[in-house]
């Protein structure tokens, strides 16, 4: 008989947020709904065929299919590394501050993994994407939350929380940030940025900031990098690394292509973790990379452009449905939405359930980015206006009924 082994890690894990409403996605579908899928916040629309172009091309290369262990591809590392130098005015060791990775969420979870321990302290976003949770709990840490809300300042919640950590006896190891904010589509400025990496440097700890919505920062052309922030960019390198994602800017959710660039303990932690688990991103997707990071300038803008049109139709068409007046986002490809009056009494996760069922639109529970979702869910700006316009039309008259 099958000794009945624990498997403490995935054990741990609360059920993923984009997968707790399947079930009751999959009921409304067999039933024979047109469902609205607005939970997972997967870009709809192809990768430009410019980029595509590249990728064929270097398909078609033989050696291109062998194995690439190392780094990334040293084209695509110059690449982002003269990005950095073009928006932020920042220089980086391409050889030593940076590493591609196979999307954010493999960078950040193998960090956590090189980096982390049983005892240790992450101090985290709540709400949050919730790898930024789940990465220091899979590598064995405490986590603790710091409130993310549009009334206090990000420094002074970060402050907040490392001091109840050292009330208790404990030193925060991990600092993760995060922005444009994920879930509450929430911005920062160079200042607060400042402002928190100062927190962060005082306290001894390491920072790892998710830049992976740096172009969708509708206040800015560009979102400030903690690397270009009024700090000195050597000082925040002794402790500090960036990770960009090419998922979003330039529709490539499905390439698997991100980057961690910083601190070269860090990244070099990660890179020799790395040797153990993967042999890195298919060669034509990093060559196709680094061409959209050299010439894609203008696709960017034309896929920021449309996701602010989104939520300025989605925000309006929640306000005339009878939900109530909803933030327009300051970036990223989100709405957070407190949840209406007429829902009161329900949680988070009951009003996704009832969305789909009574509307036939899902969306993410809040609960399913922290403690701190409690009262809210998440709509991805992921259909175009006439699709989101029907959306609200059948929230309202879910709500009217």
Not at 139 to 161: C, I, L, Q
Not at 305 to 320: H, M
Not at 346 to 351: H, N, R
Request: contains cysteine; charged residues 20%; aromatic residues 8%.
């Amino acid at each position: 008989m099958t000794h009945p082994w624990s498997f403490p890690r995935a054990d741990a894990l609360p059920t993923y947020a984009f997968v707790a409403t399947d079930a009751v996605k999959r009921q409304a579908i067999a039933a024979g709904a047109d469902l609205i899928d607005l939970g997972l916040g997967n870009p709809d629309k192809p990768t430009p065929k410019a980029i595509v172009d590249q990728l064929h091309a270097a398909a078609d290369v033989g050696k291109n299919h062998r194995y690439h262990p190392g780094r990334g591809l040293p084209a695509l590392r110059a690449a982002l590394g003269q990005w950095y130098e073009r928006r932020y005015q920042v220089r980086f060791d391409t050889d030593a501050d940076l590493l591609v990775t196979m999307g954010a969420k493999e960078g950040i979870s193998h960090l956590c993994l090189a980096i982390l321990d049983r005892g240790d302290t992450a101090v985290v976003p709540d709400p949050c994407y919730p790898i930024h949770e789940g990465a220091p709990a899979i590598a064995g840490a405490d986590v603790v939350g710091y409130s993310v809300v549009a009334e206090v300042e990000p420094a002074r919640a970060v402050a907040d929380s490392l001091q109840s950590v050292r009330k208790k006896g404990g030193k925060t190891k991990l600092v993760i940030a995060n922005y444009p904010h994920n879930p509450t589509g929430y911005v920062i400025s160079r200042e607060a940025l400042a402002d928190l990496v100062r927190v962060v440097e005082r306290e001894g700890a390491m920072l790892l900031h998710d830049a992976a919505y740096a172009d969708l920062d509708f206040s800015a052309r560009f979102a400030p990098s903690i690397f270009d922030c009024g700090i000195d960019r050597e000082a925040v390198k002794r402790f500090a690394v960036e990770v960009f994602s090419m998922s979003k800017s330039y529709n490539m959710p499905g390439w698997r292509i991100a980057f961690m660039v910083g601190n070269p303990r860090m990244v070099g932690a990660l890179a020799h973790m790395k040797t153990y688990m993967d042999y890195g991103t298919f060669i034509p997707l990093q060559a196709a990379a680094a061409w959209a990071l050299e010439h894609g300038d203008g696709l960017v803008d034309e896929i920021r452009g449309l996701y602010q049109s989104r939520a300025t139709t989605l925000t309006r068409g929640l306000a005339t449905s009878g939900w109530g007046e909803v933030p327009e986002p300051s970036g990223s490809m989100f709405v957070w939405a407190k949840i209406p009056q007429k829902l009161k009494g329900m949680s988070s996760l009951e009003t996704t359930n009832w969305l789909i069922d009574k509307a036939h639109v899902a969306v993410s529970p809040g609960t399913g980015f922290g403690r701190g979702g409690e009262g809210f869910v998440r709509f991805a700006l992921i259909e175009d206006p006439p699709r989101v316009e029907e959306a609200c039309r059948r929230i309202g008259q879910a709500l009217s009924a």
